[in-house]
């Protein structure tokens, strides 16, 4: 008997300790440099006087989107680049029901998007002074990070 509570207790630290280690793998490395609130992300461009990069991206459906994300702001010279230059601002449009936002994040992402992205283009990259003012948009484009950062260079110049 007592050797059953204590397998099952080992099997359950197993458990939870797989699914941690899963967690911690979807997760993405920079995902805390992403500000999911424009306010937030308004005052951090102000304190930090750096420019805000909103992505407006269906992460569970759109292909150049998930593409965007695995070639460029998954990468470690990016994430080192957007750590020096840019606040990230990140206004995802899920489709899949298992994967949706709570509907304050939605309605908040919703307004972002019928101010600044008309068209409902995906992906769409728009980068704003701390003002709202848009210096430059853009969209996905092969040839990774270090091609990507210089577009955003030369669009914030």
């Not at 593409?67 to 206004?91: C, G, H, I």
Request: one cysteine or more; aromatic letters at 8%.
């Amino acid at each position: 008997m007592k050797k059953n509570r204590i397998l099952h207790a080992l099997l359950g630290l197993c458990l939870m300790l797989l699914s941690v280690s899963a967690f911690a793998q979807a997760v993405p490395a920079n995902h805390d440099q992403w500000q999911h609130n424009y306010d937030e992300a308004v005052k951090q461009a102000k304190a930090e006087h750096k420019p805000i990069m909103m992505v407006f991206a269906g992460s569970d459906w759109c292909k150049p989107c998930i593409m965007l994300r695995k070639e460029v702001w998954d990468t470690p010279s990016f994430q080192k680049y957007a750590k020096d230059n840019l606040v990230l601002l990140e206004l995802d449009f899920p489709r899949f029901k298992k994967n949706q936002l709570p509907e304050p994040q939605m309605k908040h992402n919703e307004a972002l998007a019928s101010k600044y992205d008309k068209e409902g283009t995906f992906p769409l990259v728009v980068l704003t002074d701390a003002d709202g003012k848009v210096l430059g948009k853009t969209g996905y484009k092969a040839g990774g990070p270090e091609n990507y950062i210089q577009q955003l260079q030369s669009l914030l110049k």
